[in-house]
Structures are given as structure tokens and as C-alpha cells.
């Protein structure tokens, strides 16, 4: 009886080291994890590409919230105000709506990249001096030499400063209300025309105006 406990013993012993043996490489050889998974498509942490920078800078205004009231209580939701440009002479201004202030800032800035425009410029400046109104508010925009900087407060400065224009002096008059302010300097830098573009529309060279 003891010979055949010993050798059951030692199988045993013996079993234990071949199962193992066999377990160690298998875990090895697992991927990275993937919401909790192992992912076989995904490459090790030093082979993968690094990130690209976005095009775009983001630039989120204002958000606010509002509440609905209903026969069943209230309803809250917000409503966040974005601006996004490449700093380059692109622009774009969004509204976005939702239950949850993410949301509403995500669907902000897809509306401004799907509303860009292209501003026309004087090197760092803006062509021209222009009035713009929106609502009741009215936004002045003046050219300014180089090195003056963006003199502009509240919220037409993100808009100004994403749009890659350094020097440049705004007046705000009439009502402060940040979503009015943003959309008459978005306006305002939409109808800025060089002297090349009037002269191509009227069909006439820069001398000739």
C-alpha cells in the first residue's frame, strides 16, 4: 500500500510540472487587453503609429442650460456655443443641443467644421474696416498696423484668434449676448473683401478702382 501511494504521488508531482509547463507559453503569447477582451488585431503599444494633431483648434464659448417644463416634471437640457479654425484663415462657428452638456458640445463642433468660410486678409490684418449686425447687437471691426494684437473682448476674441488674425481692433456696442456677438463677427469677417476680389467682380484691375 505505500509503494502505490508513492507512485500515485509522484504522477501527480509529475502531472502538476507538465500542466505547467504548457500554461506558461500560452499566457505569453496572449495580445494586449480590449475592453476587457484580448484583441488579436492589436499591435503592441511600440509598434503603433503615433498620433496625428488635429487640423482644427477647438474652442467652446459659452454653454448654458435649459429647462422645459412639462405636465411631468422638468426637463433639462443644454445648449453649448462653439468656434473652431486652423489659425490659418479658416473659421467656423456651431450650435449644439442635447440632454447631456457632452453631447451638446460634440454636435457644437461638428456644426462649426461643417460651417467654415475662408477669410479674406492683409497679411495679419483684415482688409477693411466693417459694421456687422446681429440681433441687437453690432460688432465694428478695424484693421490695425502690425504688432498691435487682437484688441477684442468677450466673445468675438475666440473667433477673431482662430481665424489666424493677429492685429485687428473690435468695438462691441448694443447687446452683450455672447451667441449674437460670435454670429456678427462670423458675418462680419465673411463679407471682408481684398482689392483683388472687388476688382475681379467688377471686372476691372486693382488701378483701375
Not at 446681429?134 to 471691426?141: E, P, S
Not at 488674425?165 to 447687446?175: A, E, M
Request: aromatic residues 2%.
Amino acid at each position: 500500500m505505500a509503494e502505490t501511494e508513492q507512485k500515485i504521488e509522484e504522477t501527480v508531482v509529475v502531472n502538476a510540472e507538465t500542466v505547467n509547463e504548457e500554461v506558461k507559453p500560452a499566457a505569453q503569447d496572449k495580445k494586449p487587453r480590449k475592453n476587457g477582451k484580448f484583441d488579436k488585431n492589436r499591435k503592441p503599444r511600440g509598434e503603433r503609429a503615433p498620433r496625428e494633431a488635429e487640423e482644427f483648434e477647438k474652442r467652446m464659448v459659452d454653454i448654458r442650460s435649459v429647462q422645459k417644463t412639462v405636465k411631468g416634471g422638468r426637463i433639462l437640457s443644454f445648449s453649448a456655443l462653439c468656434v473652431v479654425g486652423d489659425k490659418k484663415g479658416r473659421v467656423g462657428v456651431g450650435t449644439g443641443k442635447a440632454r447631456e452638456a457632452t453631447n451638446a458640445i460634440e454636435k457644437g463642433f461638428s456644426a462649426a467644421k461643417k460651417n467654415m468660410i475662408q477669410v479674406s486678409m492683409a497679411g495679419n490684418t483684415i482688409p477693411h474696416a466693417i459694421n456687422m449686425k446681429y440681433g441687437a447687437c453690432t460688432v465694428r471691426l478695424m484693421p490695425a498696423k502690425e504688432g498691435t494684437g487682437v484688441i477684442a473682448g468677450g466673445a468675438a476674441r475666440p473667433v477673431l484668434e482662430l481665424a489666424g488674425i493677429k492685429d485687428i481692433t473690435s468695438k462691441n456696442q448694443g447687446s452683450s449676448n455672447k451667441i449674437n456677438t460670435v454670429r456678427a463677427t462670423f458675418e462680419a469677417l465673411k463679407a471682408l473683401r481684398t482689392k483683388e476680389q472687388v476688382a475681379a467682380l467688377r471686372g476691372k484691375t486693382v488701378e483701375e478702382l
